[in-house]
């Protein structure tokens, strides 16, 4: 039964799933995974390491939205967190703006606050998740 769990467990993970996902799917730890699979001599694949840079002593590594993020359990965005570590907390209702336009690029004269109104006046591309939607109505309504 236990060499069923851990095939059912590989056949997951060559789907393409993470040693926690898999841990999830079946009810153990990340690390039960791993064990498993390195005893049984499954092949596992190689570790991507992300980029990452450094402020203040502190990691940060690129996300898949394009900004870099902690990843130590505080998901703070480094944009911010260099805004922040200069200039205080950033009052709600406004965001941070890369000049720019590069969201890899948080030195601290790269950014600029705005209020999330004028920020969105000034730069929005209309290519948010609602935009696209009305666009692809409109031209479903011209057909």
Known sequence: MKNKLYQDMYKQYKKGF???????????????????FKRRGYKLRKKKLLPFQTFNGIKFTLRNT??????????HLMHKYIWEFYNGKI????????????KTDNR????????KSEH?????????????KTIQKTHQNDR
């Open 66 to 75: 394009g900004y870099y993020g902690r990843t130590d359990g505080n998901r």
């Open 108 to 115: 601290i004269e790269n950014l600029e606050l705005y209020t």
């Open 18 to 36: 993470s040693l926690v996902e898999v841990g999830k799917m079946f009810g153990v730890t990340r690390q039960s995974v791993y064990s498993g």
């Open 91 to 102: 009052p709600k209702g406004y965001d941070l703006h890369h000049i720019n336009h590069d």
């Open 120 to 132: 969105a006046k000034k730069f929005n591309t209309r290519s948010n998740q609602y935009a696209k």
